[in-house]
């Protein structure tokens, strides 16, 4: 048992804590001596080749830069200074470093009047570098940022190594939302940049043309910029900071690698100096800077030279009764005569049987104190963890779901366990790497197995709206009570962690979308159809047989898992909405994934069954021809596959896109029945499309038919990867609809991570 904290135990662990201080006194003082040989150090880089002019206006220009070719290490280093303001090409110069220069940054604006107008229209804005100059924007320094309450932003990044595209969206219900520190998405929102980005364009764009939030919120703003100059929302307050914010570059010297450059004539790096490899993505090249404890011009002769730190108090943190001595990139610290210590803590020496009893005497007792501290330490540890978790379990709402579940009947307990923090960190060997299933935008899925041998998937979101744990919490019953045997099932949750964490079963053989494109030949159309069916099915039941509809907003081929029996699971109900009984849609932020998203539900914001029904529509299609939704790769007319679908069946090339297994196995109106149900999910207005019960119901009536060979036919080459490497030249010409000029898409990093535009609980 862990006693009160009485009055012994707070002078015990006052003393402790008093001792403690004393003995980090050197420790203090030996960062900030380390934080000053750094600024010297750093203050000494700022030198110029003899003879060279030092300054264009208020800019320091360290060599390897210059200003003319003569003092700079070659063109790619060359500063420009015309009217005392400094120039790398067209690039306005604001600051150089030892590793990165910041340069004036480009905007992208936008303004609206009351009724939705544009009245200032610079939508887009760019900046490209050379591609064989030795520049980069600094991915660690830089973050796409977008200000405003109604607007998004796109990022088309171009790298040696590749490209792609990303944004965000920021939206805000009033102007108060706009004082929150930094960019949380309220009024301004920040994503990453890529590794090794020589050239970016921005395109911003509103929601509603800012007609709701025009009285406090008229202009709009995307930009990438350094991420370190903003420190609140009400920096913006001002229309100019944004001009204000740099694009930091990182540089390197040549193309060569610090050890190639070691035994070739072009090594820069000068004595006392660290080489380091340039990291970014696709680029090669080296940079130089001075060691530990010495200061200097890294790149010119004679190189970095000792700092004396003995010269300067402040360089070193001797003891008063102590001598300093200067070593080769370091100092050295001794008591002076009578004195005894380490040179940076001296007290008076003492007789040697005194000194002898005092150090027993001391050792004894700061044993016993530090045992007495430990344990002390550790009970208030406890019950502060105890304290932490009862308030994550209030704060997340497990009382409330405690209440609610006791008052439905016919509840069973398995399917509404809660489990403790203790139980899932056990399960998880405490969250290990190697038991991470996956990650997603919303959190991580760990495999766990639990007390009584069961495996599970637990789910530990990233992030939890304290504003909307009701809502949250009625959704979860909701979803608890769903049983059907082609849903993944939910098994309990868990409140006591500082997000909601949610047990899953564990479904063992992976996604139908690495079965169809990892695994084709074990697919037969037998097996695609009835995989489909239970899908549909499964979808069929979340949209009608439900206590409340469900919407999934995420159908896709990855979603659809496939247990031991090779039976379809629906899974991942991330981006899930509950639709009220009254209502026939509800208003969202787009999400979803690229190749899948519903075009009408894109452009309205308005979400109903029937955009799951365009959704499966892309996964039947995907089930087909074995070609993934969206492919870069392919000729303009077949990167969506959507679109290369319709285009197909209406030129009368349908068996030319199908997969050969699938002409072989079926019949010729088999076939052609299912393409024509793929064609009216695929409908670009939702009111033609069917509903989920009837794909389900032709789905089962088209897996009876004649099982007659057909012709095989040649089938394409398949992609590598669900969203090829290359970015397009127009992000959102690759979905646009079969039957309209509608434009479909979303957000996403990669081949598979969706990059929602608002939050979701589960």
Known sequence: ?????????????????????????????????????AAVTSNSFLSTKPNCQPKCGNLNVPYPFGIGAACSLDSNFIINCSNSKPFMDELVVLSISPTQVRIRNVVASMCYNKTGAVTNNIGLAWTSLPFDEPYTFSDT????????????????????????????????????????????????????????????????????????????????????????????????????????????????????????????????????????????????????????????????????????????????????????????????????????????????????????????????????LLIGVIWIYSCINRRKLIKLREQFFKQNGGLLMKQKISSIEGTSAESSKIFTAEELKKATNNYAENRILGRGGYGVVYKGILPDQRVVAI??????????????????????????????????????????????????NGTLFEHIHKTLSRLTLENRLRIATEA?????????????????????????????????????????????????????????????????????????????????????????????????????????????????MKENRLYQILEPRVVKEGTLDQLQAIAELVKRCLYVKSEERPTMKEVAMELESLRKYRKDPWVNQQSHEESENLLCDEAPTDLYSLSIGPSTGDISGQYSFGSSTTFPLSKSFY
Not at 13 to 24: D, E, G, I, T
Not at 459 to 482: G, P
Not at 573 to 588: E, H, I, N, W, Y
């Open 141 to 368: 320094a830089n973050k796409l940022t977008v200000v405003g309450c109604d607007d998004r932003g796109e990022l088309w990044a171009y790298s040696q190594a590749g490209s792609l595209t990303s944004g965000c969206g920021s939206i805000c219900s009033n102007s108060t939302n706009m004082t929150g520190a930094n960019c949380p998405g309220i009024g301004c929102c920040q994503t990453d940049i890529p590794k090794g980005l020589k050239k970016y364009n921005i395109s911003l764009s509103s929601f509603y043309n800012h007609t709701q939030v025009w009285s406090y919120n008229n202009c709009s703003y995307a930009f990438v910029g350094e991420q370190d100059r903003i420190s609140s929302l009400s920096d913006f307050l001002d229309p100019n900071f944004v001009y204000q914010v740099p694009i930091v570059l990182d540089f390197a010297i040549g193309n060569q690698s610090c050890d190639e450059a070691r035994n070739s004539n072009a090594y820069l790096c000068q004595p006392n100096t660290s080489c380091s490899n340039n990291m970014d993505g696709g680029s090669r090249g080296y940079r130089c800077s001075c060691k530990d404890g010495y200061k200097g011009n890294p790149y010119l002769s004679p190189g970095c030279i000792d700092i004396d730190e003995c010269e300067d108090r402040n360089l070193n943190d001797c003891d008063g009764n102590a001598t300093c001595t200067n070593t080769p990139g370091n100092f050295s610290c001794s008591c002076n005569h009578r004195y005894v210590g380490d040179g940076r803590g001296c007290t008076r020496q003492a007789s040697q049987i005194s000194v002898i009893k005092l150090s027993l005497g001391l050792s004894f007792g700061f044993v016993s």
């Open 459 to 508: 789910k530990k979101s990233k992030v939890m709206d304290a504003n909307q744990v009701e809502q949250f919490i009625n959704e979860l019953l909701i979803v608890t009570q769903v049983n059907h045997r082609n849903v993944v099932k939910l098994l309990g949750c868990c409140f006591e962690s500082e997000v909601p964490e949610l047990v899953y079963e564990y479904i063992p």
């Open 536 to 648: 549909a099915g499964a979808l069929s039941y979340l949209h009608s047989a439900a206590s409340i509809p469900i919407i999934h907003r995420d159908v896709k081929s990855t979603n659809i898992l496939l247990d031991g029996n090779y039976v379809a699971k629906m899974a991942d109900f991330g981006a899930s909405r509950l639709v009220p009984l009254d209502q026939t849609q509800v208003t969202t932020l787009v999400q979803g994934t690229l190749g899948y998203l519903d075009p009408e539900y894109f452009h309205t914001g308005q979400l109903n069954e029937k955009s799951d029904v365009y959704s499966f529509g892309v996964v039947l299609a995907e089930l087909l021809t074995g070609k993934k939704p969206i492919c870069l790769e392919r000729t303009p007319g077949e990167k969506n596959l959507a679109t290369y679908f319709l285009v197909s």
């Open 1 to 37: 048992m862990c006693p009160p904290l009485n009055m012994y135990v707070h002078a015990v662990l006052l003393l402790f804590l008093s001792w403690l201080l004393l003995l980090a006194q050197p420790t203090i003082l030996a960062k900030n001596v380390t934080a000053n040989i």
